[in-house]
Structure formats: C-alpha cells, structure tokens
C-alpha cells in the first residue's frame, strides 16, 4: 500500500517568508510525528499528535513553528518568519495506535537563502 | 532533552566483517528500542528492535543484544556486505510521552 507520502520535495525560500509542509500518513495511522534533521545530524523531535488527543508540542524550538492535523490525517507544518538556521530536513512518519513502529516519509528539505 | 548517545560516530568494515554500533541511554521510563536505517536523501527506516524483557533479537544478519543494567543496546551486522553502508539511528521510545529519542547517528561504510 501507499506509504508515507511528504511535499513539496524541495522548498527554496527567503529569509522572513512563510513556509508549509505537509505530511500525509498511512491510512489508518493515528499517531503522526514531525521530525527536523539538519545535514549529517540525527533527528530532532518536534510534535507528535495521537488520535484527538492534544498534541505534544514539547519540541518545537520557537513561536515561529506550529503544526496542526485535520481529520485526523493530513498534517501542516507551518514556519512562520523563516530564519537561515530553519534549513533542514523536515521528516513525518506515522505510526499505529500503539506507537511502535514508525514508517517515514522521504522528507522535506528546506533551504533557507 | 533526554540524551541518547551512540558510539562510534562513523565505522569502516571490510566485507564479509562484523560492524557492531553502541547506544547509550539515560531514561528509565524507555520501552522500546529500535534501530533505524538511513541511506542518504531517504527518510529512516525500522531495520530491527527490542522490547526490555529479552536480552537479544536476532533477524537474518541483524542481531539486536540489550543489557537493561547497564542501559545499553547494540547492533551488530554479521557478514557486512556494501549495501548495508549507511547511517544507523538507535531511537529508544519513551513510554510516558510515547516519543521517540534519537541517537546522533552511526555512518556505516563497508568496504568491497
């Protein structure tokens, strides 16, 4: 089946400008977590969502960066006022309800000029 | 943020040799311990885990070996083979946040 799918690929934006990501899990999945990697770094954690629970936004680094989930599937990452030090990797895996295994999607990669 | 460490941070391995890849954590409340697989402009994926109530996992070449004491995990590849070359990511699974932690990465090269 269809796995993890993330767009746009590539996001070459200007510093100041707005950016969203999107993420869309596997079907069914109902934990989605947002993951940044910055070049030869490993993956810094930054929301995870489970069902309609609250969110766990404790790794979102500032105010600038937000996320929200619709229906329970579809996820935006939203980056508002973009800096230099935002250009990364931006990953999404989804999850069953259990949580265990995580299936990825191929990422983001976010330049920032 | 809770710290987990991985050693070495980069491993050359002949072909046909053992490449063995350490993590190292702090938290006790850890349930679950994964090792991913990245190859490069790939998101990671699963390659093997553990749960804390067994001491090894062994899939195929993979071999998972855990010591909750001591609060260590490693994986070992037996038989390394060139496209094994990667990054490795341990990523221990945080039973209260159910997050997960990850390693700063293991970058693999098996030489053929």
């Known amino acids: 089946g269809a796995g993890v799918s993330q767009s746009p690929s590539n996001k070459v934006t200007e510093k100041g400008k707005d950016v969203e990501l999107r993420c869309d899990p596997i079907?069914?999945?109902?934990?989605l977590y947002w993951y940044r990697q910055s070049l030869g770094q490993g993956l810094e954690f930054l929301i995870y969502f489970q069902g309609n629970s609250a969110p766990d936004k404790s790794g979102l680094p500032s105010d600038r960066f937000s996320a929200e989930r619709t229906g329970g599937s579809v996820s935006t990452l939203t980056i508002q006022r973009t800096q230099q030090e935002d250009s990364a990797v931006y990953l999404c895996?989804?999850?069953?309800?259990?949580?265990?295994?995580?299936?990825f999607g191929p990422g983001t990669r976010l330049t920032v000029t | 943020q809770q710290q987990v460490k991985q050693s070495p941070q980069s491993l050359i391995v002949q072909k046909g040799g053992i490449s063995i890849i350490n993590c190292a954590y702090e938290n006790t409340a850890f349930d679950y311990f994964p090792w991913y697989q990245q190859f490069p402009g790939k998101g990671p994926a699963l390659l093997i885990a553990?749960?804390?109530?067994?001491s090894e996992k062994k899939e195929g070449r993979f071999t998972i070996s855990f010591n909750k004491s001591a609060k260590q995990f490693s994986l070992h590849i037996m038989d390394s083979q060139p496209g094994d070359s990667a990054t490795y990511f341990c990523?221990?699974?945080?039973?209260?946040?159910?997050?997960?932690?990850f390693g700063p990465g293991t970058r693999l090269s098996v030489l053929p």
């Open positions: 990523a221990p699974r945080d039973n209260y946040g159910q997050n997960f932690v």
């Open positions: 079907s069914g999945h109902t934990a």
């Open positions: 895996a989804s999850s069953t309800r259990t949580g265990y295994e995580q299936y």
């Open positions: 553990i749960r804390p109530d067994v």
